[in-house]
């Protein structure tokens, strides 16, 4: 009778050791996080630079020599290497394996605002940026609509719907491309300049001169102070063209005088476009702490909600989600484990009876 009950202990204990491991999976598992590419970071940093309408060899010499002294100045450099192209430039600076990136890129930004002072001022700010292995995008949506026209889609998709998914939680950061983007165009004659005596730099001074809003002040009284802006800013193209760039004598010389001045749109360079009809489409970006599952079903969810509210007027498709592929291979790991948890207690059936 003893040995009996002895056996009986031995396999009630033997049961409840199974069913603990089992809770214990069941909750590692429900605790793991998602994503189909680990957070990785490369120890490489990367310098873009930008400047419209400059050569390859301008952009060499007057840009890329600048960025590079910069970042060789940083310790635990192990290489630089370059690329000039029309209009950019590409910096890589690679470190030491174990180097601190957020100091890195630290001290890269500190060293380029010391040699700010030698790019031309027509280069756009370098931007520094971290080469990770979570910078794909995990979800991109087209979107389309047979009502608007791509530039008016454009700004429907920026004001309104990317400054919605930017607040879905997990994600951090949007990319839109495709569609045209607004720009006022301004093409001087040549000949009107030179019997003016006017020079390029002239107009540009004159235009960046008003394009902006000066503080006027504040005003005080009734316990309440009141901040007041000089609102000198251009609000239509007629404000553009009635632009003072110069005086003739006592007359004051507009800029409708000497240039075209059109509302246009930007040079297509490059076009977004599913089944052969142009879209808009945007790249969503999750932060590299968040689920990427979780996140993408929210993206989903909030891109259903602009379906009931834009109905017939926006239409849009999912043109890639990452999750898709996680979650089948998920669902295989789940089958996985459900076939190797039933082989198990048919093999210990047997053997133990």
Same mark, same amino acid.
């Given at each position: 009778?003893?040995?009996?009950?002895?056996?009986?202990?031995?396999?009630?204990?033997?049961?409840?050791?199974?069913?603990?491991?089992?809770?214990?999976?069941?909750?590692?598992?429900?605790?793991?996080?998602?994503?189909?590419?680990?957070?990785?970071?490369?120890?490489?940093?990367?310098?873009?630079?930008?400047?419209?309408?400059?050569?390859?060899?301008?952009?060499?010499?007057?840009?890329?020599?600048?960025?590079?002294?910069?970042?060789?100045?940083?310790?635990?450099?192990?290489?630089?290497?370059?690329?000039?192209?029309?209009?950019?430039?590409?910096?890589?600076?690679?470190?030491?394996?174990?180097?601190?990136?957020?100091?890195?890129?630290?001290?890269?930004?500190?060293?380029?605002?010391?040699?700010?002072?030698?790019?031309?001022?027509?280069?756009?700010?370098?931007?520094?940026?971290?080469?990770?292995?979570?910078?794909?995008?995990?979800?991109?949506?087209?979107?389309?609509? +047979?009502? /608007?026209? $791509? *530039?008016?889609?454009?700004?429907?998709?920026?004001?309104? %719907? =990317?400054? @919605?998914?930017?607040? #879905?939680?997990?994600?951090?950061?949007?990319?839109?491309?495709?569609?045209?983007?607004?720009?006022?165009?301004?093409?001087?004659?040549?000949?009107?300049?030179?019997?003016?005596?006017?020079?390029?730099?002239?107009?540009?001074?004159?235009?960046?001169?008003?394009?902006?809003?000066?503080?006027?002040?504040?005003?005080?009284? +009734?316990? /309440?102070? $009141? *901040?007041?802006?000089?609102?000198?800013?251009?609000?239509? %193209? =007629?404000? @553009?063209?009635?632009? #003072?760039?110069?005086?003739?004598?006592?007359?004051?010389?507009?800029?409708?005088?000497?240039?075209?001045?059109?509302?246009?749109?930007?040079?297509?360079?490059?076009?977004?476009?599913?089944?052969?009809?142009?879209?808009?489409?945007?790249?969503?970006?999750?932060?590299?702490?968040?689920?990427?599952?979780?996140?993408?079903?929210?993206?989903?969810? $909030?891109?259903?909600?602009?379906?009931?509210?834009?109905?017939?007027?926006?239409?849009?498709?999912?043109?890639?989600?990452?999750?898709?592929?996680?979650?089948?291979?998920?669902?295989?790991?789940?089958?996985?484990?459900?076939?190797?948890?039933?082989?198990?207690?048919?093999?210990?059936?047997?053997?133990?009876?």
């Amino acid at each position: 009778m003893g040995v009996i009950e002895t056996s009986v202990r031995r396999r009630i204990s033997t049961i409840m050791l199974f069913i603990a491991i089992l809770g214990a999976g069941v909750y590692g598992y429900s605790q793991l996080g998602l994503g189909l590419i680990p957070d990785v970071s490369f120890p490489v940093v990367s310098i873009t630079t930008t400047m419209t309408g400059a050569s390859p060899e301008e952009m060499e010499n007057l840009v890329t020599k600048v960025i590079e002294q910069a970042a060789s100045r940083v310790s635990n450099v192990q290489e630089l290497s370059s690329s000039s192209m029309s209009g950019i430039s590409q910096v890589s600076v690679e470190f030491d394996y174990g180097t601190d990136l957020e100091q890195a890129e630290t001290d890269i930004r500190r060293n380029l605002e010391d040699y700010s002072s030698m790019l031309p001022d027509d280069a756009d700010d370098p931007r520094v940026s971290v080469m990770d292995a979570s910078s794909m995008p995990v979800v991109i949506v087209a979107f389309w609509s +047979d009502n /608007m026209s $791509t *530039s008016d889609l454009r700004n429907l998709i920026e004001n309104d %719907i =990317d400054p @919605i998914l930017n607040r #879905v939680e997990g994600v951090g950061s949007t990319s839109i491309t495709g569609g045209l983007q607004r720009e006022i165009q301004i093409e001087p004659d040549p000949a009107k300049l030179s019997t003016l005596g006017l020079a390029l730099g002239q107009i540009q001074q004159a235009i960046s001169g008003r394009n902006y809003d000066q503080p006027a002040g504040e005003v005080v009284g +009734d316990g /309440m102070r $009141t *901040s007041i802006t000089a609102e000198i800013s251009y609000s239509s %193209i =007629d404000d @553009i063209r009635q632009t #003072v760039v110069g005086i003739s004598g006592e007359d004051p010389i507009y800029l409708s005088s000497v240039a075209e001045v059109n509302d246009g749109y930007e040079e297509v360079t490059a076009r977004s476009r599913v089944n052969g009809s142009d879209v808009v489409s945007i790249q969503v970006y999750k932060r590299s702490s968040a689920n990427s599952v979780s996140t993408c079903q929210q993206v989903r969810e $909030t891109l259903a909600e602009m379906e009931r509210i834009y109905g017939d007027a926006l239409g849009f498709e999912i043109v890639m989600d990452e999750s898709d592929f996680i979650s089948s291979s998920i669902s295989n790991l789940e089958q996985t484990c459900i076939l190797a948890f039933i082989v198990a207690i048919l093999v210990i059936f047997f053997f133990l009876r």
